[in-house]
């Protein structure tokens, strides 16, 4: 049985993708798209991966919508209208993305469900992951995954994050370096 939490959280998505791609409104396009992220930011949470959850609500619904809505206010984009005419958007988009969404929508039902001890993650990955991080030095089994296991990745998001705060004191007109 599908979890209704997952459910509204999918449907949440699907409106307010959609309603980023509809708007033409540059201010309505990032709002919608900062609560696109929001929403992907719970679902990660609701999903168990908190960390991912949290990255995502500081970047995408954060900094990001900052970013945007800052470059919005000093170029001074104008307001042509609310949501884009149906001759704007092109039936060969509205094919590929419909065939898109129904590509992904076959696979969930091969998907296991959430927490199921049954599935290959914890059959398999899970157990050499306790087995092996004693021998690392590490008590906390999170940490050893995320800087033994996953050390590149874990880097690749410390980078990001980083020039997430460059870019930040850039457009607000700091000095990175006094």
Known sequence: MTDPVVVALLVWLLVTATTVAAFSDPLATIVAFGVYSLGMAMLWAVFRAPDVGLTEAA????????LFLVVVFRTGVGRPGLFRSQSEISPQSLAVVGGFVAVVLWTVPSLPAVGD?????????????????????????????LVAFRGFDTFGEVVVVFAAGIAVLAVFDREVVR
């Open 117 to 145: 001890p049954t599935a290959p993650g914890f059959q398999r990955v899970a157990p050499a992951y306790l087995a092996r991080s004693p021998a690392l030095g590490v008590t906390n089994v999170v940490t050893a995954v």
């Open 59 to 66: 970047v995408g619904a954060g900094v990001t919508t900052a």
